[in-house]
T-cell receptor, first 116, second 114 residues
Framework: AAGVIQSPRHLIKEKRETATLKCYPIPRHDTVYWYQQGPGQDPQFLISFYEKMQSDKGSIPDRFSAQQFSDYHSELNMSSLELGDSALYFC???????????????FGEGSWLTVV | AQSVAQPEDQVNVAEGNPLTVKCTYSVSGNPYLFWYVQYPNRGLQFLLKYITGDNLVKGSYGFEAEFNKSQTSFHLKKPSALVSDSALYFCAVRDMGNFNKFYFGSGTKLNVKP
């Protein structure tokens, strides 16, 4: 079965640079989520989109932005990178319609961002 | 507010022995509870969920979880642990008031020794 696809898997950037992460949700999933997981931390919710509209916002820094495109893929843009942004960034997707109100979230393998 | 707690940072068990990873929750309505497993440098994999119905939920890789409403717990269990079960386990609750949010516990590292 198709899973959530994230790219790139690994990314090294310098401080103050910009990075873009991409996410391709499971086909026919209408909701995309972004999470950040620091070393030894649990995943922290950043932002979500439902049907290409931002639906919820968590602890996403102002330096970060995200959007979901017409083909449902999503991109997380991170600017003015700081050392503390080094983390594993997960994209996840779910479907409200196919799975009713339960909406299990399925995660991608994550994108490792290292800021040096 | 919804939240989950995993009281143990680490659980050690010998291969072949039963394992339990604990999770307690706090929700304002009916809980929608999930367990995920994370292997090193990998994404979170869905194991099982409780929405309604039987309190004992069976999931992937032989795992099961028992929903206990009176104790507000959703402990993950397996009758016989494998070394390959060693990973990080996260309990999560879905906020039905804010449909898009999942709240994760802090994670429990399971070590299964041969």
């Amino acid at each position: 079965a198709a899973g959530v696809i994230q790219s790139p898997r690994h990314l090294i950037k310098e401080k103050r640079e910009t990075a873009t992460l991409k996410c391709y949700p499971i086909p026919r999933h209408d909701t995309v989520y972004w999470y950040q997981q620091g070393p030894g931390q649990d995943p922290q919710f950043l932002i979500s989109f439902y049907e290409k509209m931002q639906s919820d916002k968590g602890s996403i820094p102002d330096r970060f932005s995200a959007q979901q495109f017409s083909d449902y893929h999503s991109e997380l843009n991170m600017s003015s990178l700081e050392l503390g942004d080094s983390a594993l960034y997960f994209c996840a997707s779910s479907s409200r319609i196919r799975q009713g109100a339960t909406g299990t979230i399925y995660f991608g393998e994550g994108s490792w961002l290292t800021v040096v | 507010a919804q939240s989950v707690a995993q009281p143990e940072d680490q659980v050690n068990v010998a291969e072949g022995n039963p394992l339990t990873v604990k999770c307690t929750y706090s929700v304002s309505g009916n809980p929608y509870l999930f367990w995920y497993v994370q292997y090193p440098n990998r994404g979170l994999q869905f194991l099982l969920k409780y929405i309604t119905g039987d309190n004992l939920v069976k999931g992937s890789y032989g795992f099961e979880a028992e929903f206990n409403k009176s104790q507000t717990s959703f402990h993950l269990k397996k009758p016989s642990a494998l070394v390959s079960d060693s990973a990080l386990y996260f309990c999560a609750v879905r906020d039905m008031g804010n449909f898009n949010k999942f709240y994760f516990g802090s994670g429990t590292k399971l070590n299964v020794k041969p």
